[in-house]
């Protein structure tokens, strides 16, 4: 009986948890809403705009990536989504429509927009973006918790190799994505993730994550995890597992003491900074 209700409550904490991932991970990061255009409801824009949401939506889950035009100039509608590389094609598909309502509630009128979540990006345009590296769309994250005084040189530098290392890996290969891990101490690591949108070039795809990688400093100096998330290109590092099928790497360097960090965090603090799973 007290086996019984034990694996009772081990399924039901397992329920719990599958499910506060899953809603945190569809959370939104960030949009933007361009004013270089709109458009009145019910004008050709519109339709074709409408159209190609739906392509996308029912596109993207099958590769994790598409890109689509729908119309004829002057009222074309170009559009990519692009769905995190480790995720499954039913997180994929609840990703994009969860884009797709959000960003047409939050920019209704504007002919260009783009949105952010954890498991995917969506984005828009009246003319043509498709092959060129977006650096204009672009935000950063960071953890809220720092590293030790005594351990920043040391940690900079793993994080900065981690992400170079991933970035030539990411670009060499069709899915433009790539995560690793790479020991920081004997006890902790640290995880990275890259991913381009796979409608650039293979050398475009390398030059939007070094142009990211070289922002580090500025974007998350001293913090323990923290991102840059682009419109055609993305890093992120934590010390603690994000990914599905993370890859064991080599070591990179080793930092010299242990960085204490809390079990247990306060998960609305931690959603808005580097997304959920800390350890």
């Known amino acids: ?9 081990l399924f039901f904490l397992s329920c719990i948890a599958i499910l506060v991932q899953t809603v945190i991970s569809m959370n ?7 004013e270089s255009g709109t458009f009145p409801d019910g004008s050709p824009y519109a339709q074709n705009l409408e159209d190609l949401l739906a392509d996308l939506n029912s596109k993207t889950p099958i590769t994790g990536f598409f890109t689509s035009s729908m119309g004829t100039k002057p009222d074309r509608a170009y559009g990519l989504s692009l769905c995190r590389g480790d995720i499954s094609g039913d997180d994929c598909k609840t990703c994009v429509l ?3 309502e959000e960003i047409t509630k939050l920019c209704p009128n504007n002919k260009e927009a783009i949105i952010w979540y954890d498991y995917c990006l969506l984005k828009y345009s009246d003319d ?7 650096d204009t769309n672009k935000f950063s994250m960071s953890n809220i918790d720092s590293v030790p005084d005594t351990d920043v040189e040391n940690f900079t530098q793993v994080t900065r190799a981690l992400l170079q290392e991933l ?7 069709p899915q433009f994505y790539a995560t690793r891990e790479t020991p920081f101490t ?5 995880y990275g993730l890259v991913q381009c949108t796979r ?13 990211i990688i070289s922002e580090l400093p500025s974007c998350c ?25 993370t890859i064991e790497g080599v070591e990179l360097l080793n930092g010299s003491e242990l960085i204490n960090s809390t079990e247990i965090r306060d998960v609305e603090k931690l959603l808005p900074v580097g997304g959920i799973g800390a350890e």
Request: charge should be positive.
């Open 167 to 173: 970035a030539k890996e990411a670009y060499m290969i």
């Open 199 to 211: 409608d650039l070039s293979n050398w475009e795809c390398k030059k939007c994550l070094d142009d």
């Open 28 to 34: 939104q990061l960030s949009y933007t809403c361009s």
């Open 128 to 134: 043509c973006f498709k092959g060129e590296i977006d």
């Open 221 to 245: 100096y001293a913090r323990i995890g923290g991102r840059i998330v682009g419109g055609s290109c993305n890093f992120r590092f934590e010390m603690y597992p994000f990914a599905n099928g």
């Open 1 to 9: 009986m007290a086996s019984s209700k034990l694996i009772s409550s």
């Open 186 to 190: 004997n006890s902790q690591k640290l």
């Open 98 to 100: 969860s884009a797709r």
